[in-house]
């Protein structure tokens, strides 16, 4: 089965979010002074290519940590968002029209697997919604800062199907911009990540490579063992059928 790597590089020249720590990865030991190689790596739970778990805003979420392992292998539907331009909202009905022009079989609950309204979109069996913006192609640059983003509505209408979502920018929601963008009628106060973590999804963000896809894929994003995490690395890798 061909598989597809979606994942960022970790170093310190890749994009972090505005306030949160910074990437670094420095000698610890050489071999012509230690005899081994040793790097020191600092980041913070959402450097990089991450997964987001309810607690990073709701104090009464669930960490990664009280997932199964087997949750973080999702069945996804990659839609396409790459028309958005910069800080522009993707709405509920982009996001339902998208989903239904998946040609993937009658609309299902994905955590009940049965029928839900037709205007919910929601393919056959998928658990994830992983929007493509091609916002990924500015990653370590003041402009990838300025991405499009899902509105309330349509993060709330697909918590409401059930899935869990990826994206291939740093925020489902507007990101404090780098370039002096942005305007006073975008939300404040995280709501598309309020709508989805609260209804216990999980969010992938700053996903790669998602143009190289077909509309379905298994999307396996592993985060690491960290006890009591709000949000963890992964190595972010597609599964595509032949």
């Known amino acids: 089965m061909p598989t597809h790597d979606l994942s960022q590089p970790l170093d310190a020249a890749g994009s972090v979010y505005p306030g949160d720590p910074d990437v670094s990865v420095t000698p610890h030991a050489t071999h012509e002074a230690d005899g081994y190689r040793v790097h020191a790596l600092e980041l913070g739970t959402h450097g990089g290519t991450h997964v987001d778990a309810p607690s990073h805003l709701l104090p009464d979420g669930r960490d990664l940590d009280e997932f199964d392992l087997s949750t973080f292998a999702f069945d996804a539907v990659r839609i396409d968002c790459t028309d958005y331009g910069a800080r522009e909202p993707i709405g509920k009905d982009a996001v339902v029209e998208a989903l239904s022009d998946v040609d993937a079989g009658t609309p299902t609950d994905a955590d009940a697997g049965t029928p839900t309204d037709a205007d919910a979109g929601t393919p056959t069996d998928a658990d994830a919604v992983v929007v493509h913006t091609g916002w990924s192609a500015y990653w370590g640059t003041d402009q990838y800062f300025d991405h499009p983003y899902l509105s309330a509505d349509a993060a709330a209408a697909l918590a409401e199907a059930g899935l869990h979502v990826g994206v291939?920018?740093?925020?489902?929601?507007?990101?404090?911009?780098?370039?002096?963008?942005?305007?006073?009628?975008?939300?404040?106060?995280?709501?598309?990540?309020?709508?989805?973590?609260?209804?216990?999804?999980?969010?992938?963000?700053?996903?790669?490579?998602?143009?190289?896809?077909?509309?379905?894929?298994?999307?396996?994003?592993?985060?690491?063992?960290?006890?009591?995490?709000?949000?963890?690395?992964?190595?972010?890798?597609?599964?595509?059928?032949?």
Do not use: K, W
């Open 168 to 242: 291939d920018t740093p925020n489902v929601d507007p990101t404090p911009s780098a370039t002096g963008a942005g305007s006073d009628d975008e939300p404040e106060g995280f709501p598309a990540h309020r709508e989805l973590l609260g209804s216990d999804r999980l969010l992938v963000e700053n996903l790669h490579n998602l143009g190289a896809l077909p509309e379905r894929f298994e999307l396996c994003a592993y985060p690491l063992p960290i006890r009591d995490a709000d949000g963890a690395p992964v190595r972010a890798v597609a599964r595509v059928e032949e």
